[in-house]
């Protein structure tokens, strides 16, 4: 019974955008906060976003404000994110969690935190920019 499911990866070149999604079944959506998160090779995760269903509110990590936007769908049970400007140290695996929407903001985004603080999580999508 899949939870999340991540999608939209791909490969482009620097410069180029993508827009990842990630689908939520519908009570995963309405109950929680839905997070990005990347990990490039032989690096930690790093969080990059979130948002809350419920209001919409939105945090972004500083590392990819102004350039990857969140944004979500409540129809569609989806959230995405608008990658815009990549560069080649974008390059990750994507992934999506949940988090309790108190918990959308600096302190589970900026700061690493064990998996398993996090309910749920996609199973990941591969982001390949070339220079």
């Known amino acids: 019974d899949v939870q999340l499911q991540a999608s939209g990866g791909g490969s482009v070149q620097a410069g180029g955008s993508l827009r990842l999604s990630c689908t939520a079944s519908?009570?995963?959506?309405?109950?929680?906060?839905i997070g990005w998160f990347r990990q490039a090779p032989g690096k930690g995760r790093e969080g990059l976003s979130c948002?809350?269903?419920?209001?919409?509110?939105?945090y972004q990590s500083e590392a990819v404000k102004g350039r990857f936007t969140i944004s979500s769908d409540t129809a569609k049970s989806t959230v995405y994110l608008q990658m815009n400007r990549l560069k080649p140290e974008d390059t990750a695996v994507y992934y999506c969690?949940?988090?309790?929407?108190?918990?959308?903001?600096?302190?589970?985004?900026?700061?690493?935190?064990?998996?398993?603080?996090?309910?749920?999580w996609g199973q990941g999508t591969q982001v390949t920019v070339s220079s």
């Open positions: 948002i809350t269903s419920a209001d919409g509110k939105t």
């Open positions: 969690a949940t988090l309790l929407p108190f918990r959308c903001g600096y302190y589970y985004i900026n700061i690493p935190r064990r998996k398993d603080e996090y309910d749920y």
């Open positions: 519908p009570s995963i959506f309405r109950d929680y906060a």
